[in-house]
């Protein structure tokens, strides 16, 4: 069993079981079954309850995020999960990236701006649906590296942050 910290708009404990394509992921007393039906290079479909959804990961450390049915999950492990249960500060990361080939359709910050911990930074389009990327964390914008209308990559750096 594998426990992670599980961020979106509640941070939860988690634990995942399982292994080849079959596993349970257990939030509290909520437990959800998956099964890999699909997998590319960074990403696939995941069968849950009989509902097919497409899903694309990335790794930034310690962090691993997944974008899933039109949500990212952020999902900390390693030195970030013992970080954040010790309650240190910028465990989130410094940067915002994208969390799937798309394009960018609004720059909601510039350089200097200051931005809470879920602010929203980038909007983006991807598979014809439109994900609001936010902030990791509390801090001073210090690179916006897209405009409107750049197409991105899978995990391209688009917003950098440091202490305020």
């Keep these: ?29 909520d437990v959800l079954a998956a099964r890999l039906c699909g997998l590319r290079d960074s990403g696939g479909w995941l069968d849950v309850g009989g509902r097919v959804v497409p899903f694309r990961c990335w790794r930034d450390r310690d962090v691993v995020h997944v974008w899933l049915d039109g949500r990212v999950w952020r999902f900390e492990a390693g030195a970030a999960a013992k970080a954040r249960a010790r309650g240190a500060a910028g ?29 929203a930074v980038i909007i983006m389009e991807s598979m014809k649906m439109e994900m609001t990327l936010t902030a990791p964390r509390a ?6 590296r897209c405009k409107v209308g750049d197409l991105v990559e899978l995990g391209a750096v688009l917003v950098t942050l440091a202490d305020a």
């Design 139 to 144: 801090g001073a914008v210090s690179e916006v």
């Design 91 to 119: 465990a989130g990361g410094d940067h915002v990236s994208a969390p799937m080939p798309g394009t960018i359709r609004k720059v909601e910050v510039t350089p200097g701006d200051e931005v809470a911990e879920r602010q």
């Design 1 to 29: 069993m594998r426990h992670l910290t599980l961020r979106s708009d509640v941070e939860r404990e988690v634990a995942l079981e399982g292994s080849g394509d079959a596993w349970h992921m257990r939030m509290g007393d």
